[in-house]
């Protein structure tokens, strides 16, 4: 299916890749309890229709068929659905940009790297998704990763301390079937500083100063 093609199947079922992880988010919660599952499977849902179709959406056939596993009322599911940004209720993309351009993000250049993303994909604005169906560009909140801002967040993967020809960089691998690394796209590791260690050493041990 299309990412024009937005039609929604009459049916959907969990595949035999879905169902061990349906059991584990069921087996966090009591049995009385277990329509808290709601948000777990939700996403287990969009991942396989990405698997299935190239498009990682959440149609409301595959509501309403958390809601029967669940035994609520579909509406129950609707709503938060709806309510998370994290879900999306249409097809979308191949790769999904998720860009972050809260104040952490903004002050280190997120602008930049929206400008990158819409010249990389030939996208004008938030929502739309490229002619060739390949990336779908979103505005989305803070992704709690403000160390290492600006950041993009490209479906599940964090790519990190971005600007404008990195983030390009990191397009174009992905029109080329590559999925970079994720995490840090400067010399640093996780959120340490950029360039490496920040204390004084003893050149005779290599130990940090202070240390027994």
């Known amino acids: 299916m299309s990412v024009s093609d937005h039609v929604q199947p009459e049916s959907f079922a969990f595949d ?7 059991a584990k988010a069921l087996a966090r919660y009591p049995e009385e309890r277990k329509a808290s599952a709601v948000m777990p499977l939700l996403y287990i849902a ?3 229709m990405g698997r299935q179709t ?3 959406w959440i149609p409301t056939a595959a509501m309403d068929e958390i809601a029967r596993r669940l035994e ?3 509406v129950r599911v609707y709503e938060v659905a709806s309510f998370y940004f994290m879900y999306n209720r249409s097809p979308i993309g191949k790769y999904h940009l998720q860009v972050c351009t809260t104040t952490s993000c903004w002050l280190r250049g997120s602008d930049d790297v929206v400008a990158a993303c819409r010249r990389a994909t030939g996208i004008s604005h938030f929502g739309e998704t490229s002619e060739d169906g390949l990336f779908t560009m979103t505005e989305v909140e803070c992704l709690g ?4 801002a600006p950041i993009l ?4 993967d964090f790519y990190e301390d971005l600007d404008g020809p990195r983030t390009e960089a990191l397009i174009e691998a992905l029109r080329r079937g590559e999925r970079p690394e994720p995490g840090p796209t400067v010399d640093r590791l996780c959120s340490a500083p950029e360039g490496g260690r920040r204390v004084l050493l003893d050149e005779d041990t290599g130990q940090s100063q202070g240390q027994g």
Do not use: F, K, L, T
């Open 16 to 22: 035999a890749q879905s169902e061990p992880e349906i």
């Open 46 to 48: 969009q991942d396989q």
């Open 54 to 56: 190239g498009s990682a």
């Open 72 to 74: 609520i009322a579909p």
């Open 145 to 148: 990763a403000c160390s290492n």
């Open 153 to 156: 967040q490209v479906d599940n």
